[in-house]
């Protein structure tokens, strides 16, 4: 029988969310209904709030969680009932181009649950990044439930199904940091100190984080950063090239989505450095550069798709690194609130106040 929870629900552009009842049916062929134990409110949350990635209201807003199993549909194996799990937004369907040359973490056609939740007089909802988990329970295709180990706390594992992994991934997957190299991030949140962690666990000797806000530049350095540069009070290309020889780094992560910062970032690489690009932009914003100095510089320019992850292998591995105390997740919770309480967390997270508010269910 389907079942009646409560969610988070988005009905139109830039309106407050609202905490009202839902609609999860049962699990049909692939899919899985997941009891939600915590879930990160996220920057992308709030673009689906305002309108900015699309005009499907209304949303079930929520993605970046972790929770329990509680049933699956027809030919589920891969997750079991009482499986403690992350949900991910990349669940590779097998048969696309993608998948189909051995590169499922760029897979382009993502399984996602088939049938709709819905609110109760039936209008369908639309699952932001096809999860929606600011939800008691939600239904989602089976393969965006990775199984970990049940010794992480779900607050701290749930931030690894979006902005931590995006983070870390920028740096290790799409950036390929590798021992000795020097990094250079830009913009200190969330998915900017992930990045530094992830440089950090990659084994970058000089690790420089930048942003126009000192109380992030303190985060930057308790995540692993070496080096800080305030950009409102200094240029930082300039104080980056100063800290390597004059070379500038060996790749450099924007993690604002802002085609200012993205111009630093590209000019403060070395010869034959990388640009990775994870902050995620507005779709109006545009970048110009000079075509000598794209040609003269070399290197790469590479976006980041959620830190070309692959989930099935990259939940498990940073949740044992998590266990073994080599990865600090729980610094990422700024604070622990409930489901009614999102659009105040949506508020603080545009002021800059947390890293991370997380909705823990009881």
Not at 1 to 13: L, P
Not at 160 to 167: D, F, I, S, T, W
Not at 268 to 275: F, I, M, P, V
Not at 308 to 334: A, H, K
């Amino acid at each position: 029988m389907a079942q009646e929870v409560q969610g988070v629900v988005s009905r139109a552009k830039g309106e407050p969310v609202e905490l009202t009842t839902i609609v999860v049916p049962d699990p049909g062929p692939g899919e899985a209904i997941i009891d939600i134990q915590a879930c990160g409110v996220c920057h992308t949350d709030l673009h689906y709030k305002v309108g900015a990635i699309n005009d499907d209201f209304p949303f079930l807003l929520g993605h970046e969680a972790a929770g329990v199993v509680e049933s699956v549909g027809e030919g589920v194996t891969d997750v079991t009932p009482g499986d403690f799990v992350i949900l991910n937004w990349r669940a590779p369907c097998g048969d696309c181009r993608a998948c189909r040359r051995g590169r499922p973490w760029h897979c382009f056609g993502s399984l996602n649950a088939e049938q709709p939740m819905t609110l109760k007089d039936g209008t369908p909802l639309t699952p932001a990044l096809g999860i929606g988990a600011f939800a008691e329970k939600t239904l989602v295709a089976a393969g965006q439930a990775v199984p970990v180990n049940d010794g992480a706390p779900p607050d701290a594992a749930g931030l690894l199904g979006c902005g931590v992994m995006a983070g870390i991934g920028a740096a290790i997957h799409t950036g390929n940091v590798v021992p000795g190299d020097s990094v250079a991030v830009f913009g200190c949140g969330g998915v900017g100190d992930a990045a530094i962690l992830g440089a950090q666990l990659a084994g970058a000797t000089t690790i420089i984080g930048v942003d126009l806000d000192d109380r992030k530049l303190e985060w930057a350095k308790d995540f692993g950063a070496t080096h800080t540069v305030n950009a409102s009070s200094s240029d930082p290309v300039e104080v980056i090239k100063e800290l390597t020889n004059g070379f500038g780094v060996d790749v450099a992560i924007e993690a604002v989505g802002h085609p200012d910062v993205m111009k630093q970032a590209f000019f403060s690489r070395d010869l034959a450095g990388t640009l990775v690009q994870v902050g995620v932009p507005d779709p109006a914003m545009t970048v110009e550069l000079p075509m000598i100095e794209f040609f003269g510089r070399g290197g790469e320019l590479k976006p980041s798709w959620y830190g070309d992850c692959l989930p099935t292998r990259d939940f498990p591995m940073l949740i044992d690194l998590y266990l073994q105390g080599r990865l600090d997740l729980d610094r990422f919770v700024s604070e622990r609130i409930k489901l009614d309480e999102i659009e105040d967390a949506f508020g603080k997270m545009e002021k800059g106040d947390v890293l991370r508010s997380v909705v823990v269910f009881e």
